[in-house]
């Protein structure tokens, strides 16, 4: 509930007429500066909700008691705002027996009456009934009576009976009383949700209570009038071009709104690829205005905005460094945690006064400034810098929040990685805090930090294990002990010393609980290719000492690997230990569930769940989250609908959603075996009249690839139908692929919604390897106007739409699949049957990007995570694993080396293998000439 203030009363303990009256909530003996209140209880905290409303029969009393009927609807509010469900009559009773109240002229009970019609309101029937009475206490003169009556009957009037009191709301949108105009114009702001069409009419006198010097009345009408042209954004635009210059906006609560606003359109114009540059300069000049919530406001606004620039920061970071030397606290957190995001983006912006000024912070007496002042700290500060800040932070750690203590662990985390040489001492620091006490959460920040180090950063390996394995002496969370567990069974066995984790996992078999335990034999049972004696001793004492099933079990089948590989010596002891399944977990869910949903009796066939990943996108969710924090939660939501922010993200992910559930059409299943499928891949850009994507279902036994074509309509003034994609094959290799079968969408697709066309082509056959071709794809459909939501049939003409060109690459003739263990199956695939070339990627500027090119090419799937380039690397060697149409099995790895500056790119070695001579070399060859 929001109140404003007015000059009849000054708060809720003097209410207005000259007399003093008890405030219900608040016992008498207590005294409102008092820190300690555990001693007072709250007086209505036993009430029932029956009891209350049995005493509604006072307000039926002559006379009226004015005392007890007050102290009767403070119960009722309280009874409504503690969770008290109530129903729907009793609601509707409750409201008929408070407006008899009506009668009263006491001004604090009047008000109170206010107040619990608008809370029942929402819950009562007939309440449209009370509207005679408001309408009475609107014409009334009593001010405080007029605005707290248009406050209720905003609440439950309707589009019909507006018309009745619009000329006494238009009235109140101009009225001299600060507090009547300002229930005008949060009346009005509700009222848009229901009745805008009448409310779009009141633009002059919203304009004219933008002129008032009411600051709650400027701030109103400001955002009533953004609300009024949230579906246009170019009146937003002109709406703002013009406050900016007149200069008339002067409450501080309606400059940072107006701030918010301008900034929202720079956001926009950015993304449309201008800027306006009178806009920015006024956010600028918001930076020397008199009231520090406005310069904050504008601070915080500049540093928000999209490709702004460290030069263009100067200003901002001006202005926040003098707010760190502020008396208020809040004005001190607000600025040092700004500046915390400034630094993760341009550290160098910070470099020196301001970073002098956060230094003195360290020792503030709020803990969250002086968490926030060290880990920005981290951020700008030079490297010979760092071990003193860590001291710093160990000696404050313990008396900050757990909320604050994960900012700083994320800290630590990126300034490992920014000075590699400082990893042992972050990760002392990082250790004495898993010692201390803490929640999961801020634990489990911990842990995943370690992971990271200790993945990304070789040297780190021993010592960070180390660290993780003094932790699970003492850890009482189970999630986190398993995964610790996991990581030492991955990792330990690889270290120069895997002996001295044996005995922390040990540990864990003997005085763990039963999860821990079993999770405790499958890394314990991971050493056992470095030490298979000891290990199949332990192994024996947790199967036969142990009382949980699992945990026995697992020491069983760890057991006869052990064995098996003792008798055996060609067993692949690593790939029976660390079975990959050898598609995405993403895939085979969704393809169970098509299996269920459909009515197929044959049983489901895995093989054929696609290899590759293909998942829907996911939606933009930092312009909703910024969103959320402007207020009045209904005008930024239709601001939002209107601007497109984040629409086209969850266009693209209900699209391709669709796209994943959508089955073959039975015209497909002479087809045979599915070899693969791909996620679908985009043929328009996101702001066409047309989205088209592609998706590919190569069936190896037929020898056809199958295009599903993904149409989404987003024209909400035309429908289209019978649409087809027409491929027309260019190039001399055109001949040799053939359209088969074209399923066109016969659906009528009106806007916002999406259909499905299909194009067979028979591949070359014998498949050529290598072979491919490009397509001129061109959308031909029939058009229809569309009315009111209504198709006009006699409106259809054809029309055809040009998208981009579709290709058949030689990747579609590969799968991705699995290597559980790549060096033996390289070993198995001789060198006699290998293809080796190689040759420059000149375009590519780094190793990342020549990995992301040779498998985008190849179509196979990276093995042993060799996809991951550690920063600054020079030399890298990529894994990859596939099957080709035929069957055949294929693995490739790629040598890469980057060259000099003077000559640029990256020179590869690729050595493809297969159990065909000529299949390896045409794959290895192809690349130069593609």
């Known amino acids: 509930h929001i109140f404003w203030c007015n000059k009849a009363s000054s708060d809720w303990f003097s209410l207005g007429g000259g007399s003093s009256f008890h405030h219900p909530f608040v016992p008498e003996a207590m005294d409102p500066f008092k820190k300690d209140d555990d001693q007072y209880e709250i007086p209505y905290q036993s009430l ?117 009191v619009e000329r006494y709301i238009k009235t109140a949108l101009v009225d001299k009383d600060t507090y009547v105009q300002a229930s005008a114009l949060v009346s009005s702001l509700h009222l848009m949700g229901r009745c805008s069409d009448i409310v779009k009419k009141w633009v002059n006198e919203i304009q004219d209570a933008l002129q008032s010097r009411s600051p709650q009345a400027q701030y109103l009408a400001l955002a009533l009038l953004h609300q009024i042209r949230a579906s246009d954004p170019m009146a937003i635009n002109k709406l703002v071009h013009t406050l900016t210059r007149s200069g008339n906006v002067r409450s501080p609560l309606a400059q940072c709104l107006l701030i918010r606003y301008v900034a929202r359109v720079v956001t926009t114009d950015v993304h449309t690829g201008t800027r306006d540059p009178a806009l920015f300069e006024f956010l600028e000049g918001c930076l020397r205005n008199r009231s520090e919530i406005v310069v904050y406001e504008a601070a915080k606004q500049i540093v928000d905005l999209p490709k702004v620039n460290a030069r263009e920061l100067e200003s901002t970071v001006a202005v926040l460094q003098s707010f760190l030397g502020s008396t208020k606290a809040v004005l001190r957190f607000a600025a040092v945690k700004t500046l915390n995001r400034i630094a993760f983006m341009f550290p160098q912006a910070l470099a020196g006064t301001a970073s002098f000024e956060m230094e003195n912070l360290i020792t503030d007496v709020n803990r969250s400034v002086a968490t926030l002042a060290v880990t920005t700290l981290l951020q700008v500060e030079s490297e010979s810098s760092v071990d003193r800040l860590l001291k710093q932070i160990a000696s404050f750690i313990v008396e900050v929040s757990d909320e604050y203590k994960v900012v700083v662990v994320d800290a630590l985390r990126a300034l490992a990685f920014k000075y590699k040489t400082k990893h042992q001492a972050v990760m002392n620091v990082l250790s004495a805090m898993l010692r201390d006490e803490g929640g999961f959460d801020y634990k489990k920040k911990i842990v995943d930090t370690f992971v990271e180090i200790i993945s990304l950063i070789p040297e780190a390996k021993e010592r960070g294990l180390a660290h993780l394995c003094e932790f699970i002496e003492d850890c009482e969370f189970t999630y986190l002990s398993t995964k610790i567990l996991h990581l030492l069974g991955a990792e330990g066995p690889r270290t120069k010393n895997p002996g001295m984790y044996v005995r922390y996992i040990y540990n864990r078999i003997i005085l763990e609980n039963s999860a821990v335990r079993a999770a405790a034999v499958n890394a314990l049972a991971q050493f056992g290719e470095r030490e298979p004696e000891s290990i199949q001793l332990l192994l024996r004492h947790a199967k036969e000492g142990d009382h949980d099933d699992q945990v026995r079990d697992r020491a069983t089948w760890y057991l006869a690997l052990l064995e098996e590989r003792t008798r055996n010596e060609s067993f692949d002891f690593v790939g029976a230990m660390n079975p990959r399944l050898a598609v995405p977990l993403e895939n085979l869910e969704s393809a169970l569930n098509s299996y269920l949903r459909g009515s197929s009796t044959e049983p489901f066939d895995i093989s054929t769940v696609p290899a590759e990943v293909i998942a829907p996108a996911k939606p933009n969710l930092a312009a909703a989250a910024k969103d959320a924090h402007v207020p009045l939660a209904a005008a930024a939501a239709q601001a939002a609908a209107a601007t497109g922010v984040g629409a086209g993200a969850a266009a693209a992910a209900a699209a391709a959603q669709a796209a994943l559930e959508v089955k073959l059409p039975d015209d497909f299943k002479a087809l045979g075996k599915l070899f693969k499928t791909t996620a679908p891949e985009p043929l328009t850009e996101q702001e066409t009249e047309f989205q088209v994507s592609v998706m590919r279902h190569v069936f190896g036994e037929a020898g056809v690839i199958v295009f599903q074509f993904n149409i989404t309509n987003t024209l909400e003034v035309q429908a289209i139908g019978n649409v087809t994609i027409q491929l027309a094959g260019q190039g001399p290799d055109a001949p040799k692929f053939k359209v088969v079968k074209t399923i066109p969408c016969t659906k009528k697709l009106l806007g916002g919604e999406s259909g499905h066309s299909f194009t067979a082509i028979k591949l070359p056959v014998p498949a050529e390897v290598n072979s491919g071709c490009t397509f001129r794809a061109t959308m031909k459909f029939d058009a229809y106007d569309v009315d009111s939501g209504e198709i006009d049939e006699g409106s259809q003409f054809q029309d055809t739409y040009q998208i981009n060109n579709l290709e058949i690459r030689p990747a579609d003739y590969i799968k991705k699949i699995i290597v559980n263990n790549f060096a033996a199956g390289w070993d198995q695939l001789t060198q006699e049957n290998e293809g080796l070339v190689t040759f420059a990627l000149a375009s590519v500027k780094g190793i990342k990007e020549a990995v992301a090119e040779i498998l985008q090419y190849l179509g196979m799937q990276p093995c042993d995570r060799s996809e991951e380039v550690p920063d600054k690397r020079t030399k890298h060697i990529l894994y990859a694993g596939g099957q080709y149409l035929n069957g055949a099995p294929l693995l490739a790895r790629a040598r890469m080396k980057l060259n000099s500056p003077d000559q640029g790119g990256v020179a590869v070695e690729l050595c493809v293998r297969s159990q065909d001579l000529d299949l390896a070399t045409a794959i290895a060859n192809g690349i130069i000439s593609s």
């Open 48 to 164: 029932e909700k029956g009891a209350v409303l049995q005493e509604i029969r006072i307000f039926n009393q002559t006379p009226l008691k004015t005392r007890a009927c007050y102290t009767l609807l403070a119960k009722i509010i309280y009874v409504m705002m503690h969770g008290e469900q109530i129903s729907t009559k009793e609601a509707t009773d409750t409201f008929f027996g408070v407006t008899k109240l009506f009668q009263a002229k006491d001004i604090a009970l009047r008000r109170m009456v206010y107040l619990v019609l608008k809370d029942l309101a929402a819950v009562s029937d007939d309440v449209i009934i009370a509207i005679a009475i408001l309408t009475k206490d609107i014409a009334s003169n009593v001010d405080i009576f007029r605005a707290n009556a248009i406050r209720v009957i905003s609440r439950i009037i309707d589009s019909g009976m507006l018309q009745q």
